[in-house]
C-alpha cells in the first residue's frame, strides 16, 4: 500500500526525502470528467479476467471471502468511497458493513467511523480486518481515537473488536500502513509509513509496542528511485519520491518478518525478538538481515509455500518469487497499471485492484492522468502456470 513521508531528520541527524503526497492529493477535487478514459479494460489472456470497475472508488485493497467481495479505499485519494464495501451483484460498492461506519466527518469521534482506512485483510480467524490510520489527510496528526484496528464478521457485517492504537505506540505524524499475522500466535504486524517502524498488535490483549523504530531497514533512499511504467516518480519535477517501510509479510511457519520500502530492497528479522516486548532494540536491530533485492513494488502477498507475489511498478508486471531467490514473471500488461495489495485465494486466483497511484494530480502539477474505470483483477494462477512458456523471462532477484 502506499503512503509517503515528510523529510525529516532522524535522531542522528541523517538527513533523509519522502513525499507528503498525501496531503496534496486530499486538497484536490476530483470529478469523473477531470480523468482520461481508456479503452484498454478487456486482458488479452485468458488466465485474466476483470471482476469490477468503478468510477468513484480509487480501491487500493481487495478480501474475498464466503463468495464475497470486500474492496477498500483510503479518504486521500479524494473520492467519494466508501471506505469499505462490498461488490453486490450488480457490480455496485455497497458500505460495509453500514452506512454509518462510513460516514465519518471533520470533528467526529474516531473510534467508531473509518477515519481513512489504507488497507483490509483477511485474518487466520476468517475475520475482515481493517486497517484505520486514522489520519485524514497524511502528513497531519492523527485523530484521537482514529488508529485503530476494527475486527468484523465478514458474514454478517458484525463488528466483533475495535482495537485503538493508543500514543504508546502511534506517534502524531504515524501513518499505520498495512497488516500481516503471525499464524502460530495471536500477534500482528503493522508497518508504520509516516514514522518509520513496525507496531506489534497482541489482538487477544490488545497490547501493543513498537519496534525497529527508524532503523536503516525502514528507511527509503533516494539512491533507489521508484520506477512506474519506465518512468522515475517525482514529486515535483527533477525530484525523486521515496517511499519508506510500506510492504510486508511473514513467512509460513511464523518465524520471520519481511518488509522493505516500496523500491526496496527488503530486509528480514526473527520474530521471536520484536514478539517480546522486552528484547531490548539493539538486538533486534542486530538481528536485521538482508532478504530480497526487490524492485519498486506496488503491493505483495504470500502463499503458503513462501512464494512471494508481487506487482512489479517499472514494467505493469506480476512475478512471483521462490523461497529460494528465483522470479518468474507470471503477467505483463499495461493496464495492470500500479496493481496494488494483491491477495490470493483458496481457490488459486491471485486479485490485485489498480488504483493507478502515479496518475493522480500531485505528481502531475495538478492534472490527473488516471484512466476510468478503476478496475479489480484476478488471475487464475493455474493456467498462468500452464502457459509460463509464453512468458520466458526468468530472474533471478539481483536483476
Given at each position: 500500500m502506499l503512503t509517503i513521508g515528510n523529510q525529516k531528520k532522524d535522531k542522528n541527524n541523517r538527513l533523509w526525502t519522502a513525499v507528503a503526497v498525501m496531503a496534496a492529493m486530499t486538497a484536490v477535487s476530483f470529478s469523473p470528467a477531470s480523468f482520461a478514459t481508456t479503452s484498454h479494460v478487456k486482458p488479452d489472456h485468458d488466465a485474466v479476467r476483470i471482476v469490477a470497475k468503478s468510477d468513484t472508488m480509487d480501491w487500493n485493497g481487495v478480501v474475498v471471502t464466503q463468495g464475497r467481495i470486500f474492496v477498500s479505499g483510503p479518504r486521500w485519494a479524494g473520492f467519494p468511497g466508501p471506505a469499505v464495501g462490498i461488490i453486490n451483484d450488480e457490480g455496485d460498492v455497497i458500505p460495509f458493513p453500514d452506512k454509518t461506519w462510513n460516514g465519518w466527518k471533520t470533528g467526529m469521534d474516531g473510534a467508531h467511523y473509518f477515519v481513512?482506512?489504507?488497507?483490509?485483510?483477511?485474518?487466520?480467524?476468517?475475520?475482515?480486518?481493517?486497517?484505520?490510520?486514522?489520519?485524514?489527510?497524511?502528513?497531519?496528526?492523527?485523530?484521537?481515537?482514529?488508529?485503530?484496528?476494527?475486527?468484523?464478521?465478514?458474514?454478517?457485517?458484525?463488528?466483533?473488536?475495535?482495537?485503538?492504537?493508543?500514543?504508546?505506540?502511534?506517534?502524531?505524524?504515524?501513518?499505520?500502513?498495512?497488516?500481516?499475522?503471525?499464524?502460530?500466535?495471536?500477534?500482528?504486524?503493522?508497518?508504520?509509513?509516516?514514522?518509520?517502524?513496525?507496531?506489534?498488535?497482541?489482538?487477544?490483549?490488545?497490547?501493543?509496542?513498537?519496534?525497529?523504530?527508524?532503523?536503516?531497514?525502514?528507511?527509503?533512499?533516494?539512491?533507489?528511485?521508484?520506477?512506474?511504467d519506465g518512468k522515475r516518480l517525482e514529486d515535483r519535477?527533477?525530484?525523486?519520491?521515496?517511499?519508506?517501510?510500506?510492504?510486508?509479510?511473514?513467512?509460513?511457519?511464523?518465524?520471520?518478518?519481511?518488509?522493505?520500502p516500496v523500491a526496496g530492497p527488503w530486509s528480514k528479522v526473527p520474530t521471536a525478538l520484536i514478539d517480546d516486548p522486552s528484547t531490548p532494540a539493539k538486538k533486534i536491530a542486530a538481528a536485521v538481515r538482508p532478504w530480497a533485492n526487490l524492485p519498486p513494488v506496488g503491493g505483495t502477498c504470500m502463499d503458503k509455500e513462501g512464494n512471494l507475489y508481487y506487482t512489479s511498478l517499472k514494467d505493469n508486471s506480476i512475478y512471483r518469487r521462490s523461497?529460494?531467490?528465483?522470479?518468474?514473471?507470471?503477467?505483463?500488461?499495461?493496464?495492470?497499471?500500479?496493481?496494488?495489495?494483491?491477495?490470493?485465494?483458496?481457490?488459486?486466483?491471485?486479485?490485485?485492484?489498480?488504483?493507478?497511484?502515479?496518475?493522480l494530480p500531485k505528481f502531475h502539477q495538478g492534472r490527473s492522468l488516471s484512466r476510468l474505470p478503476f478496475i479489480l483483477m484476478s488471475l487464475d494462477l493455474r493456467k498462468l502456470g500452464k502457459n509460463l512458456s509464453s512468458q520466458p523471462k526468468v530472474e533471478t532477484e539481483d536483476n
Amino acid at each position: 500500500m502506499l503512503t509517503i513521508g515528510n523529510q525529516k531528520k532522524d535522531k542522528n541527524n541523517r538527513l533523509w526525502t519522502a513525499v507528503a503526497v498525501m496531503a496534496a492529493m486530499t486538497a484536490v477535487s476530483f470529478s469523473p470528467a477531470s480523468f482520461a478514459t481508456t479503452s484498454h479494460v478487456k486482458p488479452d489472456h485468458d488466465a485474466v479476467r476483470i471482476v469490477a470497475k468503478s468510477d468513484t472508488m480509487d480501491w487500493n485493497g481487495v478480501v474475498v471471502t464466503q463468495g464475497r467481495i470486500f474492496v477498500s479505499g483510503p479518504r486521500w485519494a479524494g473520492f467519494p468511497g466508501p471506505a469499505v464495501g462490498i461488490i453486490n451483484d450488480e457490480g455496485d460498492v455497497i458500505p460495509f458493513p453500514d452506512k454509518t461506519w462510513n460516514g465519518w466527518k471533520t470533528g467526529m469521534d474516531g473510534a467508531h467511523y473509518f477515519v481513512c482506512v489504507n488497507a483490509i485483510h483477511l485474518g487466520p480467524d476468517g475475520a475482515l480486518w481493517v486497517v484505520d490510520p486514522g489520519a485524514p489527510v497524511f502528513g497531519q496528526p492523527v485523530i484521537p481515537n482514529g488508529p485503530k484496528l476494527v475486527k468484523i464478521d465478514p458474514k454478517t457485517g458484525d463488528v466483533q473488536q475495535v482495537l485503538l492504537l493508543g500514543p504508546d505506540v502511534i506517534h502524531p505524524n504515524s501513518y499505520i500502513n498495512d497488516i500481516r499475522f503471525n499464524p502460530t500466535n495471536n500477534l500482528a504486524y503493522l508497518t508504520d509509513t509516516g514514522s518509520e517502524g513496525v507496531v506489534v498488535f497482541n489482538t487477544s490483549t490488545g497490547q501493543a509496542w513498537r519496534v525497529l523504530e527508524g532503523h536503516p531497514s525502514t528507511l527509503a533512499s533516494l539512491s533507489r528511485p521508484i520506477i512506474a511504467d519506465g518512468k522515475r516518480l517525482e514529486d515535483r519535477p527533477g525530484h525523486p519520491a521515496v517511499v519508506p517501510i510500506d510492504p510486508l509479510e511473514v513467512s509460513p511457519d511464523g518465524k520471520w518478518l519481511y518488509y522493505g520500502p516500496v523500491a526496496g530492497p527488503w530486509s528480514k528479522v526473527p520474530t521471536a525478538l520484536i514478539d517480546d516486548p522486552s528484547t531490548p532494540a539493539k538486538k533486534i536491530a542486530a538481528a536485521v538481515r538482508p532478504w530480497a533485492n526487490l524492485p519498486p513494488v506496488g503491493g505483495t502477498c504470500m502463499d503458503k509455500e513462501g512464494n512471494l507475489y508481487y506487482t512489479s511498478l517499472k514494467d505493469n508486471s506480476i512475478y512471483r518469487r521462490s523461497p529460494s531467490g528465483k522470479t518468474v514473471k507470471l503477467f505483463s500488461d499495461p493496464m495492470l497499471h500500479w496493481g496494488d495489495a494483491p491477495v490470493i485465494t483458496d481457490d488459486g486466483h491471485l486479485w490485485v485492484p489498480v488504483p493507478q497511484i502515479d496518475r493522480l494530480p500531485k505528481f502531475h502539477q495538478g492534472r490527473s492522468l488516471s484512466r476510468l474505470p478503476f478496475i479489480l483483477m484476478s488471475l487464475d494462477l493455474r493456467k498462468l502456470g500452464k502457459n509460463l512458456s509464453s512468458q520466458p523471462k526468468v530472474e533471478t532477484e539481483d536483476n
